[in-house]
T-cell receptor, first 115, second 109 residues
Framework: IAGITQAPTSQILAAGRRMTLRCTQD?????MYWYRQDLGLGLRLIHY???????GKGEVPDGYSVSRANTDDFPLTLASAVPSQTSVYFC??????????????FGPGTRLTVL | GQNIDQPTEMTATEGAIVQINCTYQ??????LFWYQQHAGEAPTFLSY??LDGLEEKGRFSSFLSRSKGYSYLLLKELQMKDSASYLC??????????WGAGTKLIIKP
């Protein structure tokens, strides 16, 4: 593994189903983030984690949950998917909680369609 | 509320220079980032400004004026591979990034 990986690459999901998007980084970064990107809108923060064992809500957290059991993994779960959750989901990580110069590094994204 | 404004789309010619502007209104300021995003790919980091002035990095430069809530990204000697979206993001008082919708740059031969 080099950098950040996400799985699956894409998924078509029936409304009401539960889905977990996986994210793993091997850079030993403290902070991790989940964003969604929709056409015409900027990246919007769903949830974040400044360090293993802690999580926080971003701008659009409703309908999503996260956990951070260790430094490397930060899964995002949709408990009961709805069509408005159709989007491209990006996981990102950064060192030291994103303070100072530390830029965010992004995974390749998961394209999710909810029907 | 928090707001980041960028032009939706710009067109430029190969070999020329283009300036992409970004204005922001955020709750606090802890730095401004520019990212490049090719279609279907992840954003990648280009530049970071926290103090007023110009930061130069090869063909790309980024300028910041905190008093005006303004930044621009300057791309010189444009190449076809520079066709991409350019995202402006501001780190707010909570140290979270607030993102603009991005500027799609089209390079013509």
């Amino acid at each position: 593994i080099a950098g950040i990986t996400q799985a699956p690459t894409s998924q078509i999901l029936a409304a009401g189903r539960r889905m977990t998007l996986r994210c793993t980084q091997d850079m030993r970064h403290n902070a991790m983030y989940w964003y969604r990107q929709d056409l015409g809108l900027g990246l919007r923060l769903i949830h974040y984690s400044n360090t293993a064992g802690t999580t926080g809500k971003g701008e659009v957290p409703d309908g999503y949950s996260v956990s951070r059991a260790n430094t490397d993994d930060f899964p995002l779960t949709l408990a009961s998917a709805v069509p408005s959750q159709t989007s491209v989901y990006f996981c990102a990580s950064s060192d030291s909680g994103g303070r100072g110069y530390n830029e965010q590094f992004f995974g390749p994204g998961t394209r999710l369609t909810v029907l | 509320g928090q707001n980041i404004d960028q032009p939706t789309e710009m067109t430029a010619t190969e070999g020329a220079i283009v300036q992409i502007n970004c204005t922001y209104q955020t709750s606090g300021f802890n730095g401004l980032f520019w990212y490049q995003q090719h279609a279907g790919e992840a954003p990648t980091f280009l530049s970071y400004n926290v103090l007023d002035g110009l930061e130069e990095k090869g063909r790309f430069s980024s300028f910041l004026s905190r008093s005006k809530g303004y930044s621009y990204l300057l791309l010189k000697e444009l190449q076809m591979k520079d066709s991409a979206s350019y995202l402006c993001a501001v780190r707010d008082s909570n140290y979270q990034l607030i993102w603009g919708a991005g500027t799609k740059l089209i390079i013509k031969p």
